[in-house]
């Protein structure tokens, strides 16, 4: 069985990675987005700069306060992943991590967070985000479903 120690750091570190990687792509062909690549139908790729949060939320606040929040929310789920007790706690954790350390060195390096990714249907956009933001949804997922009856059986059996 794989140790969770190996587990934890490895989920963080491919959702580290994965964000940082396609940040830089994007940030290398930033004027090429800015406009708005169509990929395919539903999809774009278009550059921007969040200094807020989720929806663009908090943009009045600085972004060293929003670093200092993203770090402490860090350390926090680092307790937490290291209480884990199933997979889906470990990977849904390390998740979060991973997409939470790729957003605040975004915010570290220019202040706000790289987004890229727009997804739309018709005239309507979700807000542009990233791949820290798909990590960071996606571990929460898997910590919620971490809670429903059948994951507490597996729990049960690791």
Do not use: C
């Not at 949060?53 to 929003?66: N, Q």
């Not at 979060?96 to 727009?118: E, K, M, P, Q, Y």
């Not at 005239?123 to 990590?135: E, G, I, K, S």
């Amino acid at each position: 069985m794989i140790s969770v120690k190996f587990l934890g750091a490895s989920t963080v570190a491919v959702a580290f990675l994965a964000d940082l990687i396609t940040k830089a792509v994007a940030n290398a062909y930033s004027d090429t987005l800015t406009g708005g690549v169509p990929i395919f139908s539903g999809f774009n790729l278009t550059f921007l700069r969040n200094d807020g949060v989720s929806f663009g939320m908090l943009r009045d606040v600085p972004w060293w306060v929003l670093t200092l929040l993203g770090l402490g929310i860090i350390v926090w789920l680092v307790v937490m992943l290291v209480r884990a007790q199933t997979r889906f706690e470990i990977v849904g954790y390390g998740a979060v991590i991973g997409g939470a350390l790729g957003n605040v060195v975004d915010r570290l390096r220019f202040g706000a967070v790289t987004d890229f990714l727009d997804v739309y249907v018709g005239a309507w956009h979700w807000p542009t985000f990233n791949l820290a933001d798909v990590a960071i949804v996606g571990g929460v997922g898997l910590l919620l479903l971490s809670e429903f009856p059948m994951s507490r059986k597996s729990r049960r059996q690791d």
